[in-house]
């Protein structure tokens, strides 16, 4: 093997490896991003008051129907 070729294949393996580690760092990033954001359409919902029903709704069911 030619010293050229042993140079060139560690340079290839290197750029690899970094794009590989550009990718990671990324793909985390969108995951915490993505979490936040359904953590606050979780939170978003809980906060939203209870409309007020009527006491008599819900109490019976109509079997004949």
């Known amino acids: 093997m030619d010293v050229s070729n042993i140079a060139s294949l560690a340079t290839s393996m ?7 580690d550009v990718s990671l760092t990324v793909l985390k ?3 915490d991003m993505q979490g936040s954001s359904a953590l606050a359409l979780i939170e978003s919902v809980s906060q939203t008051p209870v409309a007020a029903l009527p006491a008599h709704l819900g109490n019976h069911i109509n079997t004949k129907a």
């Open 29 to 31: 990033k969108a995951l």
């Open 14 to 20: 290197a750029q690899q490896r970094n794009d590989v």
